[in-house]
């Protein structure tokens, strides 16, 4: 393995970051791959933010990304959607970054009949726009979601997400929804190509089996599960897939980036 140029795909949240905090050695581990011209993006399933919003965010924490390097699932759909109908109409039930992605892609964002639910991240779910988007579908609109992550992380403890309040609309509907995000390799394979790079030497770093590693396996990436984030060494073998390689955190790569999975 260690003959390959690798490039990195890398969730954020958990790999990079922990809240509002640098994981240590994250810093480290981004300047070695630019030090080296190597590729990567950083990926994350939440739709709520631009790249330019995650951008800053980052920055605050003290690593330095550009816009480019950051792929969401919100832009993840935008180009799943305008390669599926282009220049087509949704109706969104999400923030700026997903209402933004699909703007940028020729969307036209309506109430009236359009071809699209899409529904995304956000801190306030509205009651009426949940039943809005239940009568859309039931009149025909396609549903998609932008991820299947059941809760996400607040100060004051975990809180519903796109994958919760999709089950509440397709109970109504008894439409299911499209999933681009994690773990559908999809958001791997658009990752990809935006690098240009394939997947034979490409691996994914995160710190979810069920979304990280899982659609890294489906994309025919090799993974690593770093262990600062959701899940464990234990809760790793409840899983009946295994990551390439299990490390504690980020900063076991730092020196090592080109040859990540060499003895040592």
């Known amino acids: 393995m260690n003959e390959r140029r690798w490039t990195y795909l890398s969730d954020m949240d958990g790999v990079l970051v922990q809240e509002e905090h640098l994981v240590p050695g994250a810093d480290e581990f981004l300047k070695e791959l630019r030090a080296n011209d190597i590729g990567f993006l950083v990926l994350t ?3 709520i933010y631009t790249p330019r919003d995650l951008r800053a965010r980052l920055e605050r924490t003290g690593l330095d990304i550009p816009e480019e390097a950051i792929w969401t699932s919100a832009l993840a759909t935008a180009k799943f ?3 599926q109908r282009p220049n087509g109409s949704a109706f969104v ?3 700026a970054g997903l209402t933004t992605a699909l703007h940028e ?11 699209y639910v899409v529904l995304g991240e956000t801190r306030t779910y509205s009651f009426s726009a949940i039943t809005r988007a239940i009568r859309l579908i ?19 403890g975990s809180m519903p997400a796109t994958g919760s309040v999709a089950a509440l609309i397709e109970k109504a509907t008894g439409r299911s929804p499209y999933y681009v995000g994690k773990p559908n390799p999809l958001m791997m394979r658009s990752a990809l190509r935006r690098l240009g790079a394939h997947s034979e030497s490409t691996l994914m770093i995160g710190d979810r089996m069920d979304t990280d590693v899982h659609s890294g396996i489906e994309a025919g990436l090799q993974t690593i599960l770093v262990l600062t984030g959701i899940s464990t060494r234990e809760t790793a073998e409840h899983y009946p897939y295994r990551p390439t390689k299990i490390i504690d955190s980020i900063a076991d790569l730092v020196g090592r980036t080109g040859d990540p999975f060499g003895e040592g």
């Open 45 to 47: 399933n939440n739709s």
């Open 81 to 83: 959607l305008a390669s």
């Open 93 to 95: 039930i999400g923030e």
């Open 105 to 115: 892609v020729g969307y036209v964002l309506t109430e009236r009949d359009p071809d």
């Open 138 to 156: 039931e009149g025909g609109a396609k549903f998609i979601a932008t991820n299947p992550d059941a809760t996400g992380p607040s100060m004051e």
